[in-house]
């Protein structure tokens, strides 16, 4: 079992949908949560990060972690067709982790106009 | 913000030579950063974490003697391929953290290595 699972998609909505993308996670030592957006052959873009659990606003964008379940969700409102990307989930355990990121296999998003 | 300089963005070189990746911190010290891999439609591997004076570690199954990782100064990382293959054709993507508190992680644009 992969430590963060992300389901790979694709996913293919009309401009201005709501969009929802999830990850789960098996290691409950993580303590932050990353969300990355990555276009095609570009490094990926921190688009939002939270620590423990809880809602996070950035605009258009909502992220949430609920670590009871482990369970965490990116939220885009309004979508775009500039949102069309590939979206990763990351986690961090933060203290005797070396500072190691473990993502999920992130999913491709396509907004079409 | 924060930003990590890769370069070349892109390189195309014949089987058998070693190809040289840098990767910059322009505007923060980078005490660590991570080099990973990624295949296409694949999410990133992480193939080693760098700190600055210090040895690379590297991850189980990655060839420390084929991936030389530098890390010299706290603004300049390179990833050495040394007799590149056609099947170390990849995308390498640098990342550091930034600054002691946790914000996060910031990524180089990438790498697109071509081995022919």
């Known amino acids: 079992q992969k430590e963060v699972e992300q389901d790979p998609g694709p996913l293919s909505v009309p401009e201005g949908a709501i969009v929802s993308l999830n990850c789960t996670y098996s290691?409950?030592?993580?303590?932050?949560f990353m969300w990355y957006r990555q276009y095609s052959r570009k490094g990926p873009e921190l688009l939002m990060y939270?620590?423990?659990?809880g809602n996070k606003e950035d605009g258009r964008f909502t992220a949430q972690v609920d670590k009871s379940s482990k369970y965490i969700s990116l939220f885009i409102r309004d979508s775009q067709p500039s949102d069309s990307a590939t979206y990763l989930c990351a986690t961090y355990a933060g203290g005797t982790s070396y500072g190691k990121l473990t993502f999920g296999q992130g999913t491709i998003l396509t907004v079409h106009p | 913000g924060a930003v990590v300089s890769q370069h070349p963005s892109r390189v195309i070189c014949k089987s058998g030579t070693s190809v040289k990746i840098e990767c910059r911190s322009l505007?923060?010290?980078?005490?660590?950063m991570f080099w990973y891999r990624q295949f296409p439609k694949q999410s990133l591997m992480l193939m080693a974490t760098s700190n600055e004076g210090s040895k690379a570690t590297y991850e189980q199954g990655v060839e420390k003697d084929k991936f030389l990782i530098n890390h010299a100064s706290l603004t300049l990382s390179t990833l050495t391929v040394t007799s590149a293959h056609p099947e170390d054709s990849s995308f390498y993507i640098c990342?550091?953290?930034?600054?002691?508190?946790?914000?996060?992680?910031?990524f180089g644009s990438g790498t697109r290595l071509t081995v022919v």
């Open positions: 290691n409950s030592a993580f303590q932050y």
């Open positions: 939270t620590y423990s659990s």
């Open positions: 990342s550091a953290r930034i600054g002691a508190r946790f914000y996060g992680y910031t």
């Open positions: 505007d923060f010290q980078a005490t660590t």
